[in-house]
Structures are given as structure tokens and as C-alpha cells.
């Protein structure tokens, strides 16, 4: 289970102080997916950061399975948690097998497990061994590197997977695609899975729960039904009358 207990993060920018978090509250269930859907700049990058220590917050708590993610070692916390971003941020100078083995080799493993585990996870992407892994990035297409970051960010198996914005470059029809391809993923690979997004169609499709966040202040966490037939307040109503399009049985 990942908790943030009354998280803020604030930033000096010109002279004064910018609030990116505000005093958020949430629990994600282990095994859970949880989409944090928003407009650009609401906050939803910074929690993601904090949840991995790639930031520190100004007040509140991040705990993982009822332990600080304070007190623990940065390094061995990130290994725990896959993390995706857009266009996949390859490694541009390794292969698609290089890219997907640097953590397996960092963390000492043996020449035949680090390979066998980078095959494993190039068919559990959909990119064929032989075909694929002596590319370079550059060879592949936006949605082949996004394939490469997911694969790269399950290499340690684990148990946490964080992903910001990892179908928002891609074109329509590939985005369906890696969609419904993440869908199937899920039942295999079995993770707490926190999904950063500002298109709440996405957030419904692929999520267990959304929580919805402007101005770094949640406004509502729950269920596709939850905010269909129970909004919190006005201001939810109005960012699904201007994001919704799917009607419930597209959901």
C-alpha cells in the first residue's frame, strides 16, 4: 500500500513561494491502479516524485507498506518502483536489450538470468527478441520505445510501477493500442500501479480508481461511478463536462 498523509511540496519561483502539492491525503491499495487525472500543471508530476524520493516534500509523509519512504535508502526505494515516462527516455547510446538489462546487470545479476529476463520481458511486450533487441532507439517508433520503457521499468520485478503520461505523445490509433495492450499487461504482471494523466477517458479505461487534482489540492478520488453519479463539487462537474467523452458503457 502506498499512503501520502497531509503531502505538500512548495517551490520558490521569482521570489515566491509556488504550492505544486497541497495538503494531500490518499491511499493506493496494494495491487490497485490509480490514475491521477488533471490539467497541466496541477500537480500530479510532483506526486509522482515524491512517491519515489526524486523529490522531498516541504511537510507530510509518504509511507509504502507502513514504513517512511524517508527513512529509507533512495536507490534501494526506485528499485522497488518502475518508472515510465513519455517517449520512453531511453538510453540512446545502448540497445533495446541494453537499455532493458542496466538495472539487472547493477544489481549484479548473472550473464544468463540478465539475458533470459530481458527476453522475457521483450515477448511480454509484443517486441520479438530476434527482431528487436540489437536496435537502437532511433530505429524504433514512438510506440516501440514506449514498449522498451515499460519493459526496462518491470526489469527488477516491482512491486510499485509509476507512470507519467506513458501513452500522451503517441498517436491515436498507437495509443489505443499500447492501451489495450497495458489492460491484458496488468493481469500478468500484477502491480500497484500509479498512472499520471491529464485525459480522463484514459484515466477511466484504465484505472481501478481516479483521483482528480487542480491546483495541487484533490478534489475527489473514486470510481467511474463514483464521479458520474456523485461529483464533489462543482468544480468536478465542470472538468467532466469539458474532458468526459466516453459514455458509461465505453468504460
Not at 13 to 26: F, M, N, P
Not at 58 to 76: C, H, M, Q
Not at 153 to 168: N, T, W
Amino acid at each position: 500500500m502506498i499512503e501520502l498523509d497531509h503531502l505538500s511540496r512548495s517551490f520558490e519561483q521569482d521570489d515566491r513561494e509556488v504550492v505544486a502539492v497541497r495538503d494531500l491525503t490518499l491511499r493506493i491499495a496494494t495491487g490497485e491502479t490509480l490514475c491521477l487525472i488533471g490539467e497541466s500543471g496541477c500537480g500530479k508530476t510532483t506526486t509522482l516524485r515524491l512517491i519515489n524520493r526524486l523529490l522531498e516534500p516541504t511537510s507530510g509523509r509518504v509511507l509504502v507498506d507502513g514504513k517512511e519512504t524517508a527513512d529509507l535508502d533512495p536507490i534501494a526505494l526506485r528499485r522497488r518502483m518502475g518508472y515510465v515516462v513519455q517517449r520512453g527516455a531511453l538510453f540512446p547510446h545502448l540497445t533495446v536489450r541494453g537499455n532493458i538489462e542496466l538495472l539487472c546487470r547493477l544489481e549484479g545479476w548473472s550473464k544468463e538470468r540478465v539475458r533470459n529476463r530481458a527476453d522475457e520481458l521483450l515477448d511480454l511486450v509484443r517486441l520479438p527478441p530476434a527482431d528487436f533487441a540489437r536496435r537502437y532507439p532511433l530505429e524504433l517508433s514512438g510506440g516501440q520505445r514506449q514498449r522498451v520503457g515499460v519493459a526496462r521499468a518491470l526489469a527488477l520485478d516491482p512491486e510499485i510501477m509509476l507512470m507519467d503520461e506513458p501513452f500522451g505523445a503517441l498517436d491515436p490509433i498507437t495509443r489505443d493500442e499500447l492501451q489495450k495492450e497495458f489492460l491484458e499487461m496488468k493481469k500478468t504482471v500484477k502491480k500497484t500501479v500509479v498512472i499520471v494523466t491529464h485525459d480522463l477517458d484514459e484515466a477511466f479505461l484504465l484505472g481501478d480508481r481516479v483521483a482528480l487534482v487542480a491546483a495541487g489540492e484533490l478534489l475527489q478520488a473514486g470510481t467511474i461511478e463514483d464521479f458520474r453519479s456523485r461529483p464533489a463539487d462543482a468544480r468536478v462537474e465542470r472538468f467532466l463536462e469539458r474532458h468526459l467523452t466516453a459514455n458509461p458503457a465505453d468504460a
